[in-house]
């Protein structure tokens, strides 16, 4: 909020004096000073392996770069029950299987899976829907 | 300085603002333009003023994000060939262009430039050495030497496998 403000004040900075003339020549070069919501933007395009070079940088990036920084963990494999709505997930990185039961899912089938979301279908009444799995131990 | 009456019966009615960069260029833009910018709307809504003179945007800089906000302002044009001037848009352009553009963008947030140049900007980073990096956006190394050697011994694996560009 209070960053908006600033911005605001700067930028409302108008003048009716159309005389008023240039600010002076272009000192791009001596500063260039990345706010931290524009850093944390593009630190967070950056892969795993870039991110970890770029808190390298300085201490400043080493922060945002941590903040933003996700680790690759391996995704959980789901078994389907043959009978019931028991499933199950098994987390590969900690060898555990976690069970659940999910009599929403029952009679769909997943098209896709990403980021915890489902896209479910149902083969019956032709049906699509979007089902997210909240998965943290 | 500006030119303001070479317009037609279409555009007669269309109100107008005065954007005025840092160093002192001034350009004519349409208010439904201007508005795409939330920073511009938001002046507009709260003043009469029809000249804007933004106190930190240099007069290239301001020219592109104009050329951008006329071109999404413009209804004649389908999605897709606004999705297509965006690539086009950040295509080609030097870094030290993109990091004022982002700047830029992000006071006069526009949301979905700022984040077409960030996008491009990471795009470019990729496995450039750290001492690149330091010197595109000037940045004084503040690590002890031990302490950067301790960083890149702990996740050594972000160092091994490639070869890393200096240009």
Redesign the interface.
Known sequence: MAR?RK??K???????D?R???????E??A??D??M??LE???S??????N????????S??AVAVSIRRANRPPWLMFFPKYGELYEFYDPSRRKIYRLELPELRGSRICYAKDGWLLLCRPDTRESSSFALILER | MVTTDEKGPLTAKKKSVIIRS???DEFLVSESAAVLST??K??LE??E?R??????I?NKTLAMVIAYLSTHADDGLSDDLKRSFDQEFVSGKEF?VL??L??AT????VTCL??TV??K???I???KL?EW??RE???????TPEA?AE??RL?A???DDRQLEDD
């Open positions: 908006t911005k605001l700067l930028l409302t900075e108008t003048t009716r159309n008023r003339v240039s600010s002076g020549p272009r791009k070069q500063e260039f990345v706010p919501e524009v933007l593009i630190l395009q950056l892969s795993l392996r870039d970890i070079r770029a808190s390298v940088v300085c201490k990036w080493l | 840092c160093d002192g920073s511009l938001k002046i709260e003043k003023d000249l804007i003179h933004l106190s930190d240099d030290d990091k004022y982002v700047l992000d006071t006069l947030q700022c984040y960030a996008k900007m990471a795009d980073m990729k496995n750290v990096v330091r956006f000037d940045i004084q190394n503040d690590y950067e960083i890149r996740d694996w972000a160092w």
